[in-house]
């Protein structure tokens, strides 16, 4: 793909950057520090995601040629949104929350432009098996999962050994949904 537009990924996840590249769309990487990140506790749970995107998409000048790409994913589970772990404890309190059961993987997204935002949620269920306290432990000790929502990557060992199924979008889980990106920047920004 080519455009005359300067796509902007406002992430520094490198999961992420990997994703956004696979497209073949040539883009930069700008993030804004501080950015609010919060919401508000009565916002169902499926809401949450979106909402931030769209809060960091909000804080960024777009100029004619611009259009700036924010994401935000959360982990849900029986209605309780885990986020990323503060510590090694934390990690291991969310990977036993779901372990034997289906989650919801949803990322939100905010396509800004200049006149126009277009924003969408991309939900997953990925369910595991019953995972043990060793596969656990074993996890945290050797891939140290503090930077991913939920307290796992599903490209890591973990997703190996752990995930008997997925629906929807398996890279939506790693991170971004680059299928839906590409179809929305396609049909309402107009890239090709």
Known sequence: MTSKTKLILASNSPRRKELLAGL????????????????????????????????????????????????????VVDDEILGKPVDEDDAKDMLRKISGKSHHVITGVCLKGYDKQKSFSVDTEVTFKELQDAEIDYYIKHYQPFDKAGAYGIQEWIGYIGVTSIQGSYFNVVGLPVQRIYNELSRNFKIE
């Open 24 to 75: 073949d769309i040539p883009f930069e990487v700008h993030v804004l520090q501080g950015v609010n990140e919060s919401y508000p506790e009565t916002l169902p749970t499926e809401k949450v995601a979106e909402f931030i995107a769209t809060q960091k998409a909000n804080a960024y000048q777009v100029n004619p040629d611009e259009i700036v790409i924010t994401a935000d994913t959360v982990v």
